[in-house]
C-alpha cells in the first residue's frame, strides 16, 4: 500500500486560493504558512500553524484535513484521525474533498480499526457520487444558468462555504476563491476534481480489498487464540454520553476536539 508516498501537492495548494489583496484574509495566511513549513518538512511548525486557523474561517476545514496529512506523516494516527472525524462528520462532510476520507480509511487501516475503514467505504460513495453526477452534468453544459448564475455571484462579492448553501455539492471545491471565473474555467475546474474523486475511489478499493483480506486472517486468529480476555476498564473512569450505536449525531462543540486513542495492530496485520 504505497499510494500515499506523496501526500499533499503543496505547490498545487499554495496555487489554488487566487484572492485579491483587499479580500487579504489572516486565516489565509497562516494556511499558506503551514503548507509552507509542511513542504520544507517541518511537519511540527506547519502543525502549529495549522491549529492557528481559526475554527469560524472557510479555510478551517483545508488547515484540518491538512493537518491531518501531517500527522499522518508523523506515525501520529490517533491525531490524524481525531483531525479528519471532524472534518468528515455531518456538519463538514459537504466541504470535504474525497481524499479527506480515504485518507481516514487509509489510517483506520493502518491501525487495525477495521469497523471504521467498513463505515468509511460506504461514506466515500454516497457523499462523492451525488457530486460526480452534478460535476459530470456542469461539464456537460458549462453555459448553463445555474453555471453562470454562481459565476456572477463570484464576482458580486467574495464569497465562502456558508453562501454556496446546498449547491456546494454541485459546483467544484474552491471555485469560489478563484479570480476571473468563466465557464470554461468552471469545466476545467469539474474535470480536475472529476479525475482526483476517481484516483481516490481507486484508492479506497484497494483498502477495500486489503480489508477483505485481513479480516479473513484475523477471523482465522481469533479462532486459534484460546487465551483471548478482554480488557477491564474502571466505571468511574468512563464517560458515558446517551448516543445510540450507530448514531452520527455529532455535537458542535466536539467539532475539533476529537480526541482517538490507538493502539498497534496484532502482530502480522501491519501494513
Known amino acids: 500500500m504505497m499510494f500515499l508516498v506523496k501526500g499533499l501537492k503543496i505547490a498545487a495548494l499554495l496555487s489554488v ?3 485579491s489583496s483587499a479580500h487579504a484574509d489572516e486565516n489565509l495566511s497562516l494556511l499558506q504558512s503551514a503548507r509552507k513549513l509542511y513542504g520544507q518538512g517541518k511537519l511540527e511548525q506547519a502543525i502549529e500553524k495549522y491549529n492557528s486557523v481559526s475554527k469560524e474561517s472557510d479555510f478551517w476545514v483545508d488547515a484540518a484535513e491538512e493537518k491531518a496529512w501531517a500527522h499522518t506523516k508523523n506515525r501520529q494516527y490517533g491525531k490524524a484521525l481525531a483531525e479528519l472525524k471532524s ?5 463538514f462532510i459537504r466541504y470535504a ?9 487509509f489510517v483506520d487501516l493502518k491501525i487495525c480499526n477495521y469497523r471504521g475503514v467498513a463505515e468509511k467505504i460506504p461514506l466515500f460513495k454516497q457523499t462523492m457520487l451525488p457530486r460526480v453526477e452534478a460535476l459530470e452534468e456542469l ?3 458549462s453555459n448553463s444558468e445555474f453555471v453562470k448564475n454562481w459565476i456572477q455571484k463570484s464576482k458580486d462579492k467574495k464569497l465562502n462555504y456558508a453562501d454556496l448553501g446546498p449547491d456546494v455539492i454541485k459546483l467544484p471545491r474552491l471555485f469560489h476563491r478563484h479570480k476571473n471565473m468563466t465557464p470554461k474555467k468552471m469545466k476545467s475546474l469539474a474535470q480536475e476534481e472529476l479525475k482526483e474523486i476517481s484516483k481516490n475511489l481507486k484508492k479506497m478499493k484497494i483498502i477495500e480489498v486489503e480489508l477483505i483480506h485481513r479480516t479473513q486472517i ?3 486468529k481469533l479462532a486459534q487464540d484460546k487465551d483471548l480476555k478482554f480488557d477491564k476498564k474502571d466505571s468511574k473512569d468512563l464517560l458515558i454520553f446517551p448516543v445510540k450505536e450507530g448514531s452520527q449525531e455529532i455535537w458542535l462543540d466536539e467539532i475539533g476536539k476529537f480526541e482517538v486513542e490507538t493502539t498497534q495492530c496484532p502482530e502480522g496485520d501491519k501494513i
Open 17 to 19: 486560493v487566487a484572492v
Open 87 to 91: 472534518v468528515t462528520s455531518p456538519v
Open 97 to 105: 474533498s474525497s481524499e479527506a476520507i480515504m485518507l481516514s480509511a
Open 139 to 141: 461539464v456537460k453544459n
Open 218 to 220: 484475523s477471523d482465522v
